[in-house]
């Protein structure tokens, strides 16, 4: 594997994030968006922040409906009613509707070399919609001209939409709202318009068939979503048979759209691969890893609040091919590792 | 209940179209949009075909990829191979896959009294994408202006996904292209732009949590949607615990957009309901009827294809108040009842 750990990882820890709240512990701070910006690096961290609570029960925490600023409520559930189904450390069931564990919002993190990183205090984007109840989780960051385009998860008990904001200094964001309807994630906006549209990889999940693929959609505006092609599939067998979705910006090179994905085995096994699209209609693929770029194995990919899993949202591609990938480990922390174009370009069946 | 079922019912049973080619059989003739159109009354069916076969084995028409305009290959399996999995006369699984037992497509049927229709006797809008490779479904059609347009399910082994065409004689058709991505169904096109946007209620799939609500989008131009904003959820414990999704095309009236929706509770019954949502922000949801406003009780709508189903895509309102309701009936027989707005209002809770 020609991906090259930092070795300053994991670069964030929860401990490293200031809650935000008195109430609320930070457990998770992980899969951020990045961007250069201002001669330095800009993370936006997801951030999951749950209540103390004791062994015996669980916490669903919420954003009050009544004070969507800040607000949040804590469900609060006995492990031993019989009303409570345990999934995973990341959600549970309860009276039959489903729950997450902690609730995530969007926080900057700053960097002048890229590898030491000063985690904001407050949060950035904190959730604020009712669809955004349940969270803001795994922001993408898409430069187009003087503007920067983060999306985002938004999760509620609707299921899992796709959220837009705007910022031109990271310091003023604008909301624009849900972009893509549930359950939709995992969306990659391309840095530049083509035939003069914008472009993004999606991943809707089509319940009827049981499918997680990518597709892509085009926009006049980035507001707006149509002309939906499917771009690729799991594949049987692979280490991306149970899931696929899209990781970091696409990269223009020379030979088409290089993409940072992520992909699942059957396990919920995550690992990092990369795609090959068209530069003019990044619908056709024109490579895919048949192994992944990288694989949970550092101790801290294999073990923590969910092990195994390495997941990226952001790349930053340097001008002399060198690339910094910015990860999730463990649903936990924030990782990066250096590769070049060249070498991803040769892992393409 | 005040709706009044057609003494004619069923207005269009199976036997009543033509096959679209000599190998296939109509088993459904249903789950028709509607128009008024040249002093008459316009329908467009979903017609189903599949191949004659034994009762020893079941077989899948998908759309061949080399022949996209009308060729067809039929994936046949024994029912005795450990590989088959029966779902319902519907569907099927094999190897792990799903697949249909018919292929559906688009046929106009024509009017001058609305009762008495004349099947055409070729297609209008047979599968054509690979994203229809399982068939074209269940269209809605909007009049905006001078155009007609249709949007309909496009099913494939990616999911059901919703596209557009559009037509200004009901002679040539302008296909358009996915507008959402799978799974989303039931899109029901406002006949008006308000705020100067396009809106319809569209209903995602949400396979995370295991929601089917219905949601409201906006667009510019048709094509590209966005602004996605919730609207109402299925009831627990009612005759729409199950799904809701959009039918007719919304109605204008004084109090609001009336909508004549489906719900399904968990036995698979499909009921008729009324909603009525604000004027001017269609996500805010003033009304809902909290019996139906048509339940499968006719020997024709308990006993079919798939039976205790009446399902609409579309409704005819007259400037005298009266509302005709087309609708399929046990997903195989094309049925039509009478009501008015005022009894549909008077439903509402």
């Known amino acids: ?7 300053e990882n994991p670069l964030i820890r929860p401990a490293d994030v200031k809650p935000s709240r008195d109430d ?23 951030v999951a922040e749950r209540p103390v609570h004791g062994p015996h029960e669980v916490v669903a925490p919420i954003l009050h409906p009544d004070d969507l600023g800040r607000g949040l409520h804590f469900l609060r559930v006995d492990r031993q009613d019989p009303a409570f189904e345990d999934i995973d450390p990341r959600v549970f069931r309860y009276q039959g509707r489903t729950y997450l564990t902690s609730i995530s919002h969007l926080r900057l993190a700053r960097s ?9 205090d407050a949060p950035t984007l904190f959730p604020l919609l009712r669809a955004e109840e349940f969270g803001t989780e795994d922001p993408r960051i898409t430069r187009i001209e003087d503007s920067y385009y983060i999306n985002y998860s938004a999760v509620s008990r609707w299921g ?16 624009r709202g849900i972009i893509f309807a549930p359950d939709n994630r995992d969306v990659t ?4 318009r083509i035939g003069g549209r914008y472009l993004c990889h999606h991943r809707p999940m089509a319940a009827m068939f049981g499918r997680q693929d990518i597709w892509l959609a085009e926009s006049t505006d980035l507001l707006h979503w149509g002309n939906h092609r499917f771009v690729c599939a799991c594949r049987p ?8 979705g899209g990781g970091a910006v696409p990269i223009r090179t020379e030979r088409g759209w290089l993409s940072i994905y992520h992909g699942a085995d059957e396990s919920q096994r995550y690992c990092l691969g990369a795609l090959l699209t068209d530069l003019e209609e990044p619908d056709k693929v024109l490579g895919r890893s048949t192994q992944p770029v990288l694989a949970p194995e550092a101790d801290y990919e294999r073990a923590g609040f ?12 340097q001008d002399d091919g060198r690339v910094i990938v910015y990860y999730g480990s463990s649903d936990e922390h924030t990782c990066a590792a250096e590769t070049t174009v060249d070498d991803l370009l ?3 069946d």
């Open 1 to 7: 594997m020609s991906m090259i750990r930092f070795q």
């Open 24 to 46: 609320v512990e930070v457990v998770c701070a992980f899969n951020c968006g990045c961007a250069s910006f201002d001669g330095g690096i800009i993370l936006l961290l997801r």
């Open 112 to 120: 002048a070399d890229g590898r030491n990183f000063r985690v904001d």
């Open 160 to 175: 899992v939409a796709t959220a837009l904001a705007e910022t031109r200094d990271f310091k003023t964001f604008e909301r």
């Open 189 to 192: 906006i391309f840095p530049e």
């Open 237 to 244: 067998g692979a280490w991306d048979a149970h899931k696929v």
């Open 306 to 317: 969910f092990g195994n899993v390495v997941f990226s949202c952001g790349a930053i591609a």
């Open 346 to 348: 040769a892992k393409l």
